[in-house]
Nanobody, 127 residues
Framework: EVQLVESGGGLVQPGGSLRLSCVASGFTFDDYAIGWFRQAPGKEREGVSWISSSDGSDSSTYYGDSVKGRFTISSDNAKNTAYLQMNSLKPEDTAVYYC?????????????????WGQGTQVTVSS
């Protein structure tokens, strides 16, 4: 059974940091690109970042303009886990964050390109 399980969300003050984790099982992690997406109430799902399907030290990464310079995506293939380090958080970053897996080397920020999805983790940025 394919599973993606996110964790690490929570309530944080503006300017704070959170690290999200996405643990994958049921498929060959090395063969999939991993993407992070978010969805705020009343808004469409937005692509945040993706990491290519290679060893963590040689991976390619990509970020949406709204998070570039503040968020960092990484992966640990030995642990079948992807991470999203979020720094300098803003209230507009508040959303449910999802990780997703796309077969192949490269990711995209288009949600319909991804076959597998986690259940999401809530991130709330508020004072």
């Amino acid at each position: 059974e394919v599973q993606l399980v996110e964790s690490g969300g929570g309530l944080v003050q503006p300017g704070g940091s959170l690290r999200l984790s996405c643990v994958a099982s049921g498929f060959t992690f090395d063969d999939y690109a991993i993407g992070w997406f978010r969805q705020a109430p009343g808004k469409e799902r937005e692509g945040v970042s993706w990491i290519s399907s290679s060893d963590g030290s040689d991976s390619s990464t990509y970020y949406g303009d709204s998070v570039k310079g503040r968020f960092t995506i990484s992966s640990d293939n030995a642990k079948n886990t992807a991470y999203l380090q979020m720094n300098s958080l803003k209230p507009e970053d508040t959303a449910v964050y999802y990780c997703a897996a796309r077969r192949g080397a490269w990711g995209t920020l288009l949600p319909w390109e991804y076959a597998y999805w986690g259940q999401g983790t809530q991130v709330t940025v508020s004072s």
